[in-house]
């Protein structure tokens, strides 16, 4: 597509229950990266993605984190029993490859725990 | 591992006053970044830079990269309310996490009309 498309844009879920954010990259794009973003926060690094290489999950906060790329697209973040600490908007970025490149960010996943 | 440390963490000024932000790194950096990011909206690239001493300029922004590569610097001239926003720098070495690329925590520009 013509950008880096995110679903849903906001999540309002129950403490305790999963919740599964998508995003679907750039056409093309082998690299692909998951951040967090707290309320007027920077950038924490989640995941990283590339090609068919294994990911670098060394990000990822707790084992209830956990990502998964299909077929070197489309990828999903899920996080089980949801805590009201993983509140954030949840961005996703992809660049042609490795080394060098600008990221282009979605648009985010907002997700409220309550 | 590798820290990016940015200053100021806020800015406020006057419409079309000067603005500039600085960001540092622990470790020399092979290219560093840029990126913009408007109040509700997502990051958006704005610029790489790779060689020591490297500048460039977009219209009012000018980036600057250390002769060490390991400081950079960006500076906007006569700011405009439509430069509202976090500004991230972003360096990249040659390992680490997500591409070797580690994000500052920002500058947030308020501009007072």
């Known amino acids: 597509g013509a950008g880096v498309s995110q679903s849903p844009s906001n999540k309002v879920t129950e403490k305790g229950k999963d919740v599964e954010l998508r995003c679907d990259p750039i056409s093309g794009h082998t690299a692909l990266y998951w951040y967090r973003q707290s309320l007027g926060q920077g950038l924490e690094f989640l995941i990283y993605f590339q090609g068919n290489s294994a990911p670098d999950k060394s990000g990822l906060p707790s084992d209830r984190f956990s990502a998964e790329r299909t077929g070197g697209s489309v990828s999903t973040l899920t996080i089980q029993r949801t805590q009201q600490e993983d509140s954030a908007v949840y961005l996703c970025?992809?660049?042609?490859?490795?080394?060098?490149?600008?990221?282009?960010f979605g648009s985010g996943t907002r997700l409220t725990v309550v | 591992g590798q820290q990016v440390m940015q200053i100021p963490q806020y800015q406020h000024v006057q419409e079309g006053e000067d603005f500039t932000t600085y960001c540092n790194s622990s470790?020399?950096?092979?290219?560093i970044q840029w990126y913009k990011q408007r109040p509700g909206g997502h990051p958006v690239f704005l610029i790489q830079l790779v060689k020591s001493g490297e500048v460039k300029k977009q219209k009012r922004l000018t980036f600057q990269f250390g002769e060490a590569k390991k400081n950079s610097s960006l500076h906007i001239t006569a700011t405009q309310t439509t430069d509202v926003g976090t500004y991230f720098c972003?360096?990249?070495?040659?390992?680490?996490?997500?591409?070797?690329?580690?994000f500052g925590k920002g500058t947030h520009l308020i501009i007072q009309p």
């Open positions: 470790t020399t950096l092979s290219n």
């Open positions: 970025a992809s660049s042609p490859g490795p080394g060098g490149r600008g990221y282009t």
């Open positions: 972003a360096g990249r070495n040659s390992g680490g996490g997500a591409d070797g690329l580690t």
